[in-house]
């Protein structure tokens, strides 16, 4: 994951819509957040804080 995490650093959010909610907790594990009115975990780049 933190592989492919890497070609990611230049956007400001990632998105990942899981399909199984057990997956959520795997997510979490490499800072990305559920939010109560959004239905994609999210990740939040803070390096580009424009």
């Known amino acids: 994951m933190n592989r492919i995490m890497k070609n990611f650093t230049d956007l400001l ?7 199984d909610s057990r997956t959520i907790t795997f997510y979490e594990r490499y800072g990305f957040r559920q939010y109560d ?6 990740k939040k780049n803070m390096q580009n804080k424009d």
Do not use: C
């Open 37 to 42: 009115n959004y239905s994609a975990t999210v």
């Open 13 to 19: 959010h990632v998105k990942v819509i899981p399909s």
